[in-house]
């Protein structure tokens, strides 16, 4: 061995010493942090604290969205049925406009009929239904118009 080579062998040997330090260094850091019980109990509590968040972030989303949902449903619905009674108000609309139209010809002619016939005079009965039917169709568009 020249003198030229120990200089260098003498760099490397430290070197190789300082990444032994560092490598023990680091394990017995790792060793202590396993025997360390309670700083692991805080991670695990950590660990657990983040869990329980990300559920209940969750959970929340979900019942968000249902309630959305829901509620989406409901308008839907409502709106069907309010089609649906506006159509059937309608049609009753049409009914009584119909029905109290016809009543004072039907009226003039029974009355024409029994002025030219008395034996042919209407009965109570049926003199009454169209009085009832045109009071009906009277109240109906009353209604409607407020």
Known sequence: MSTSDKPAD????????????ADLGQ????????????????DAAADAK????????????RAVTATADAKDRAVSVTAE????????TSDVKERAV???????ERGRQAVAEVRADPRRAISPALLGGAVIAAVAGIVVLRRQRS
Request: proline share 2%; aromatic share 0%; glycine share 0%.
């Open 98 to 104: 119909t029905a109290t139209a016809d009543a004072p």
């Open 81 to 88: 049925a309010k089609d649906r009674v506006m159509a059937a």
């Open 50 to 61: 983040n869990r329980v968040k990300e559920a209940a972030a969750d959970a929340k989303d």
């Open 27 to 42: 394990t017995v850091e790792a060793l202590a942090a396993k025997t360390d019980v309670k700083a692991r109990a805080k």
């Open 10 to 21: 003498q760099d490397q040997l430290r070197s190789e010493i300082e990444q032994t330090r």
